[in-house]
């Protein structure tokens, strides 16, 4: 059964840094498509970043520079760094494993349950 | 890039049939066949409904469809039941490896 269960949520000032983590397991994250995904309270869904099987990554503008997604094949976990946060990046952040290969492509197949990132002073 | 267009807001009496669209652009719903949609209780986690424009995945009840004409993709649910009242985001590709969602659409079952 695939499960994904994040971590490292909480309070943090603005300008201050943060670690998600997202615990898999039924699956292994090095071999698949790796997205984190956030949703501000009250707010709709947005995409933050991409973490290729290949090592490739990508970001959302709004966090360009200032996030690092990666991953640590020892621990199947999926990590999303962040630095010089902001009021606006307050949200519950989701980790999903997405499904892409041939004609298909979606960012999000599995959820976890989702961490609360909270900025502010 | 502005998130795709959905209706704030649908509702429909149980059995009937109630369709939620969402409007992108040339660039993204108009260009590529990578649009998912995404069902969100109250306080959970949103879950995958449709991928690749209309494919369901294996435990979704064929109840729920999806399709594309343009830069409008649209979720429909035939026969509707009360515990489909959720949200409901669409999702697409919108090339150089990003992705775009809907604003949601809250679907209230009367």
């Known amino acids: 059964e695939v499960q994904l269960v994040e971590s490292g949520g909480g309070l943090v000032q603005p300008g201050g840094s943060l670690r998600l983590s997202c615990a898999a397991s039924g699956f292994t994250v090095s071999n698949n498509y790796m997205t984190w995904i956030r949703q501000a309270p009250g707010k709709g869904l947005e995409w933050v970043s991409t973490l290729y099987s290949s090592g490739n990554t990508y970001y959302a503008d709004s966090v360009k520079g200032r996030f690092t997604i990666s991953r640590d094949n020892s621990k199947n976990t999926l990590f999303l760094q962040m630095h010089s946060l902001r009021a606006e990046d307050t949200a519950v952040y989701y980790c999903?494993?997405?499904?892409?290969?041939?004609?298909?492509?979606?960012?999000?197949?599995?959820w976890g349950q989702g961490a609360l990132v909270t900025v502010s002073s | 890039q502005s998130a795709l267009t959905q209706p704030r807001s649908v509702s429909g009496s149980p059995r009937q049939p109630v369709t939620i669209s969402c409007t992108g652009t040339s660039s993204d719903v108009g260009f590529y066949d990578y649009v998912s949609w995404y069902q969100q209780h109250p306080g959970k986690a949103p879950k995958l409904m449709i991928y690749?424009?209309?494919k369901r995945p294996s435990e979704i009840p064929d109840r729920f469809s999806g399709s594309k004409s343009g830069n409008t993709a649209s979720l429909t649910i035939s026969g509707l039941q009360a515990e489909d009242e959720a949200d409901y985001y669409c999702c697409s590709y919108a090339g150089s490896y990003t992705w775009i969602f809907g604003g949601g659409t809250k679907l209230t079952v009367l």
């Open positions: 690749d424009v209309s």
């Open positions: 999903a494993r997405g499904n892409c290969s041939g004609s298909s492509c979606n960012p999000a197949d599995y």
